[in-house]
């Protein structure tokens, strides 16, 4: 049976199915930014600075570290940004979610509403039926 909820549910499935799609989207870049992040900090971790050598050296050495801090900075940053979005996603997927079950929830009391009408009305031509054949034989 039809339902004139069927378009909306459809629509609605959709939204979720997008809504999923972006959370998942996120998700995956917050993984590769912590990847980037922890590889960040490994290479901080394995740089020395010159204990001797020319002043040159040891100030391009630090430049190099600072650089490598910037970055790592950068991507924390970018990590923040990604879990709040993250959080905008998760709730952005939570309302599609319970719009879906509304419209299911609708569509499952029509046809409910439109069965029960159709049984009526078988009901009403059996009792047509039942009161003709009644009155051919009387």
């Known amino acids: 049976m039809k339902s004139q909820f069927d378009s909306i549910v459809k629509i609605k499935k959709q939204e979720l199915d997008l809504a999923q799609m972006t959370l998942l989207n996120a998700r995956h870049r917050l993984k590769a930014l912590e990847d980037k992040v922890k590889a960040a900090f490994d290479e901080i971790l394995s740089m020395e600075i010159p204990k001797k050598g020319t ?10 570290l600072d650089m490598a801090r ?3 900075a950068m991507i924390d940053a970018e990590i923040e940004t990604t879990k709040k979005d993250i959080d905008g996603f998760q709730r952005m997927y939570e309302i599609a979610h319970q719009e879906l079950e509304k419209m299911t929830y609708l569509k499952e009391m029509d046809l409910e509403k439109q069965l029960e009408v159709l ?3 078988e009901q009403r031509d ?5 009161l003709q054949l009644f009155a ?3």
């Open 136 to 138: 051919r034989k009387n």
């Open 119 to 121: 049984k009526k009305k």
């Open 126 to 130: 059996l009792d047509e039926i039942s």
């Open 70 to 72: 910037a970055k790592k």
């Open 55 to 64: 002043f040159a050296q040891i100030q391009q050495a630090k430049q190099v």
